[in-house]
Each structure stands twice: as C-alpha cells, then as structure tokens.
C-alpha cells in the first residue's frame, strides 16, 4: 500500500534538508559529507573564485566546478566520486561552490538544478553535465585529461 495523501503532503511542504533528513535511517552513515576534501577548492566568496581562475589561467589548467548544495541528495552521492577524481587528476583544478552560500554568484552561472558541473578553460565555459551521473562526469574528466596529456607532448 502506498502512502497516505497527508504523508505525501507533508513531504511536500518539508525543506529538502528536512526531507533529507526524514528518509535518513538510523544505520545510514553520518549525514555530513566533505565537499572539500582531496585536491578540491571549496569557494566560499567572489574573491576565492577569482583568485582560483586566475590561478589555473596562469598555468593553463581546465576547471572543473561543481556547483553543489549541502542539502541536495545527488550532491552528497557525488561528492566522494568527485573528491577521488580530484586526486587521480591533478592535472585539473577542481572547485565546489555551495549555492546557498554564494547565491548572486551562482545564479549568475544559471544553476537550475545541483549539481551542475562546469568545465572551463581561460575562464570560459567549455563543457558542463547536470546531474549526479557518475559515468558522464568521469567520460569528460578522462576527455580532459587526454586534451591536457596531448597538449603537453
């Protein structure tokens, strides 16, 4: 039997933090999730990203940002994937950027929906997935890394 119109309506009007939460069983694991962990630069202000831009121009590095949100399911499900592929690339600099912290910032890039992934280059957009989809996200991460391994033969 499936659930009542009241159960269904109350998961409606919860947060997603909230609803998170609430489909959360007691053995899952600690709810928390390091979107900065490996070789990943968590931005938190207009400054850091510039200063990351700048940085990757100067050393004609791709970009690859994940444009994430702490309460977003997908989000915390991609967030390990992502940290290893840091590690395994470091060829790339890899950024996460938390919508709800820098709101203006990420509407600018017209994020409807987390995560987003970009990839840049000279600070221009020349790539981007939208979604959790694991295989995709690693197809253009090993894309990428090709480009900068023939780039530098």
């Not at 987390?114 to 694991?134: H, R, S």
Request: glycine share 4%.
């Amino acid at each position: 039997m499936g659930p009542d119109f009241l159960s269904v309506l109350v998961l409606n009007l919860l947060t997603p933090s909230a609803m998170w939460m609430h489909f959360k069983d007691e053995n899952d694991a600690d709810p928390t999730v390091n979107f900065a962990s490996g070789n990943i630069h968590l931005i938190t202000t207009k400054e850091k990203w510039d200063e990351k831009i700048s940085e990757a121009n100067n050393d004609s590095k791709f970009v690859v940002v994940n444009f994430s949100a702490s309460w977003c399911g997908p989000c915390r499900l991609i967030a390990p994937f992502y940290s290893e592929l840091s590690e395994k690339y470091p060829s790339l600099m890899f950024l996460t950027v938390d919508v709800d912290e820098l709101t203006e910032f990420s509407s600018s890039w017209d994020i409807r929906a987390t995560p987003t992934f970009f990839v840049l280059k000279d600070g221009q957009q020349v790539d981007k997935l939208v979604g959790a989809n694991k295989p995709e996200l690693l197809k253009k991460i090993i894309d990428i890394a090709d480009t900068v391994a023939q780039v530098s033969k």
